[in-house]
């Protein structure tokens, strides 16, 4: 049975969280970013966003935390989530991958650095030759963690009712793509 929930996933920097705010807001749901909510329990043990991925390696509270956090908006209605495992949690939601390389990603991550509070909080760089080492670190680290945790390929876009490249649409492109498609799913 569909739900009225849309989970977003998307490499890092893919625009996640852009996204998902105007996409909720479009269409009037609540919002649950899994990825704020992971810094803000890093920002909790004193620890940056690469170092709390690091700690989730070998600490599987730190992933279950949030796992059941997710687990419970299964739940809800009319919510967009942007989150890496969601997808998984929740297989009846309208599920949405944003693709974009990570060359491209680096320098929108330095941008928003630079306005983000909880981002500079969490996620201490200065460069995009340091954005790109962070992000393929930890995107290294949570692929492990995944298929560790789960045997799951979240970069799968198999997985996924939509996919789209951030690259070659722009962020309203991308939520009117998402809106149009998300109301026709929902009413097949």
Known sequence: MKKEIITINGGLGSGKSSTADLVAKELGFNRFS???????????LGLSINEVNKK???????DEITDEKLR??????????DSRTAYHWIPESFKVYLDLPPEIAKDRILSSLKVERLRQQSENMSSAE??????TE??????KRYWDL?????????NYDLVI???KNN????????VSEYKKWITE
């Open 56 to 62: 989730a390696e070998t600490d599987k509270k730190i």
């Open 34 to 44: 899994s990825g704020d909510f992971f810094r803000q329990v890093g920002l909790e």
């Open 72 to 81: 419970l908006l299964r739940n809800e209605k009319g919510i967009v989530i």
């Open 171 to 178: 962020l309203e492109q991308v939520v009117d793509i998402i």
């Open 130 to 135: 340091e954005v790109y080492k962070k992000i």
């Open 150 to 158: 789960y045997k799951i390929n979240n970069t799968d876009k198999k």
């Open 138 to 143: 930890r995107f290294e680290s949570e692929q």
């Open 165 to 167: 490249d951030t690259n």
